[in-house]
């Protein structure tokens, strides 16, 4: 009888799982990942290649060419056209398999299992489900082809750098990734879509400028975000998701998304904006300041009235007491009212050393009654200066029985040598050759 050979060299691919094929069949192979210690091989025999003559089952010889080992296992398995047999826990290298499929007749091949290398490299972003309307999302990207493989409920494959799957609701989504490289190894992957029950909405606005009226718009903060699904109930009526041609006023709106309700404060359309910058006499003086700022073009015929019957956008020589500003544009006014000024004592405090500890002393302004003033620190005592400090936050309230009062405080950091040496020094080493530097900071 004539023997009949077929040799073939199978090769992986595109990394899918079909590696090589011939007239007689096909087979394919799992190569071994990180995460496994075998790989494995599929055998399919085309039915109608050995037909009249099909006598299965069939019995494979497979051999480990770089190790020698031997084994045999059955091809009996009827798939459709195919007759097929696996073979698992195979360990990397080259293999030899015969297979007899007639009395004296056979076919021989050879195979590679190798290990794999290539991990596929993921970016992720992930929106959550807001408010209960399945409007969740993840965006999955790679540097290299990839094949995505999303489990139920998605149940779908996509080739390609990116992978985007919407209308999620809260929970947990499975994706199997694997590059297009013949080393590629799958990898399964879990992403976590939340439940976020916070509404997703901000407001921004443009306010009116005289003849140009403002604008108010609500925002949505996920690009998922469904707008048919949201509603908006403002203070004057409109329903739509931005009101325009706003004259001054205060404005607020509802919004309503699924199981979310956002109601905005009072949102000011304003005619002018500013804003004034204090500076607190001493106590008893009339050196205090107010003056009117604004980050916008200064507009023509820009008028400014103070309490104290000043035009000018900055008034001086102010004591204690409660001024106002009325500034006007053309026919719009903004008001600035209760604009107080109080006295000032302290102009400063000392930071010295004593002992390696620390120490503050409150420092009045020239010609202060340093007698009547009130001292309060945060740690309870009631003296000028203070003593023995590790470094740290402090903080003064100094006030007097006529109202002048002020909140000072410091943050003292340890002393550093910066010579070439750079060695710490400590309170106590003033003495000690080099550079000296203080960090500290005022807040009132």
Same mark, same amino acid.
Request: charged share 15%.
């Given at each position: 009888m004539k023997i009949l050979l077929a040799y073939f060299l199978l090769?992986?691919?595109?990394?899918?799982?079909?590696? $090589?094929?011939?007239?007689? +069949?096909?087979? =394919?192979?799992? #190569?071994?990942?990180?995460?496994?210690?075998?790989?494995?091989?599929?055998?399919?025999? /085309?039915?109608?290649?050995?037909?009249?003559?099909?006598?299965?089952?069939?019995?494979?010889?497979?051999?480990?060419?770089?190790?020698g080992q031997e084994w045999e296992g059955p091809i009996n398995i009827v798939e459709g056209n195919f007759l097929k047999g696996t073979f698992n826990n195979l360990s990397a290298g080259n293999y030899e398999v015969t297979i007899f499929v007639k009395?004296?007749?056979?076919?021989?091949?050879?195979?590679?299992?190798?290990?794999?290398?290539?991990?596929? #490299?993921?970016?992720?972003?992930?929106?959550?489900?807001?408010? $209960?309307?399945?409007?969740?999302?993840?965006?999955?990207?790679?540097?290299?082809?990839?094949?995505f493989?999303? +489990?139920?409920?998605? #149940?779908?494959?996509?080739? $390609?750098?990116?992978?985007?799957?919407?209308?999620?609701?809260?929970?947990?989504?499975? *994706?199997?990734v694997r590059e297009f490289d013949v080393l590629a190894c799958p990898i399964k992957k879990y992403f976590i879509v939340k439940n976020e029950m916070t509404h997703p909405f901000t407001l921004s606005g443009l306010p =009116?400028?005289?003849?140009?009226?403002?604008?108010?718009?609500?925002n949505l903060l996920s690009p998922n975000i469904k707008p048919d699904k949201v509603t908006y109930k403002w203070s004057n009526g409109a329903t739509t998701q931005a009101i325009t041609n706003l004259r001054p006023g205060n404005y607020i709106v509802t919004a309503t998304y699924g199981n979310c309700q956002f109601i905005s404060n009072e949102l000011e359309i304003e005619n002018i904006s500013g804003s004034i910058e204090k500076l607190n006499p001493i106590c008893g003086e009339s050196n205090g300041r107010l003056t009117f700022y604004t980050n916008e073009i200064a507009q023509p015929g820009i008028k400014f009235l103070w309490s104290t019957g000043s035009n000018s956008s900055s008034i001086t020589?102010?004591?204690?007491?409660? /001024?106002?500003?009325? *500034?006007?544009?053309?026919?719009?006014?903004?008001?600035?009212?209760?604009?107080?000024?109080?006295?000032?004592?302290?102009?400063?405090?000392d930071l010295g050393c004593q002992n390696d500890k620390y120490s503050l002393t409150a420092i009045p302004h020239n010609g202060i009654d340093a007698s009547k003033i009130k001292y309060l620190w945060r740690n309870g005592l009631t003296t000028k200066s203070i003593q023995n400090l590790l470094p740290g936050g402090y903080e003064l309230f100094a006030s007097t029985i006529d109202g002048c009062g002020d909140v000072l405080g410091e943050s003292i950091s340890p002393f550093v040598f910066e010579?070439?040496? #750079?060695?710490?020094?400590?309170?106590?080493?003033?003495? /000690?050759?080099?550079?000296? =530097?203080l960090n500290f900071e005022f807040w009132a």
């Open positions: 090769i992986m691919s595109m990394g899918l799982p079909l590696i $090589g094929n011939s007239q007689y +069949g096909e087979v =394919s192979t799992i #190569n071994i990942c990180p995460n496994a210690t075998t790989g494995s091989a599929t055998i399919k025999l /085309y039915r109608n290649a050995f037909e009249p003559d099909w006598l299965p089952p069939f019995t494979a010889e497979i051999e480990n060419l770089d190790t009395p004296r007749c056979f076919l021989t091949f050879e195979f590679t299992i190798q290990v794999n290398t290539a991990v596929p #490299n993921i970016n992720q972003k992930i929106e959550p489900e807001y408010c $209960g309307n399945k409007d969740g999302s993840i965006s999955l990207t790679s540097p290299d082809l990839t094949l493989t999303w +489990g139920p409920p998605i #149940n779908k494959a996509e080739l $390609g750098l990116t992978s985007d799957v919407k209308d999620l609701k809260a929970g947990v989504y499975e *994706v199997e =009116s400028r005289c003849a140009n009226l403002g604008s108010i718009t609500v020589g102010l004591g204690s007491g409660s /001024y106002g500003l009325t *500034v006007t544009v053309g026919t719009c006014v903004k008001v600035f009212n209760n604009l107080v000024l109080k006295g000032s004592l302290i102009k400063s405090l010579s070439t040496q #750079n060695n710490p020094v400590t309170c106590g080493d003033f003495s /000690y050759s080099g550079v000296i =530097s």
